[in-house]
Nanobody
Framework: QVSLVQSGGGLVQAGDSLRLSCSASSLNVVAWFRQAPEKEREFVAAISRSGDSTDYTNSVKGRFTISRDNAKNTVYLQMDSLKFEDSAVYYC?????????????????WGQGTQVTVYS
């Protein structure tokens, strides 16, 4: 019901880095999705309640890192070596559920979305 608050994003050159933040309160699993123009929402990464388990879509493995600081109720998405194809609106999503899934409908709470634009 209550929206998550996101920050970060912007316009960067290919190869640069950005870090997105999401205020996720005490919710268990937190994930990041992205949606480019004319494309469907795509799973990017997810993290467990403790932060010990993570999941990534293949296209971002080795470049993106999801992490969380539960003392600050914040989840981060560190994006390195950004590519043009990473350009999209990025959404933070969360659920009280205890397992990680790649299906958007599984997540009950969503952030407002943050634009990430990468130029070459």
């Amino acid at each position: 019901q209550v929206s998550l608050v996101q920050s970060g994003g912007g316009l960067v050159q290919a190869g640069d880095s950005l870090r997105l933040s999401c205020s996720a309160s005490s919710l268990n699993v937190v994930a990041w999705f992205r949606q480019a123009p004319e494309k469907e929402r795509e799973f990017v990464a997810a993290i467990s309640r403790s932060g010990d388990s993570t999941d990534y879509t293949n296209s971002v493995k080795g470049r993106f890192t999801i992490s969380r600081d539960n003392a600050k109720n914040t989840v981060y998405l560190q994006m390195d070596s950004l590519k043009f194809e990473d350009s999209a609106v990025y959404y933070c999503a969360a659920t009280p559920g205890g397992v990680m899934k790649t299906i958007p409908g599984y997540y009950l709470y969503w952030g407002q979305g943050t634009q990430v634009t990468v130029y070459s």
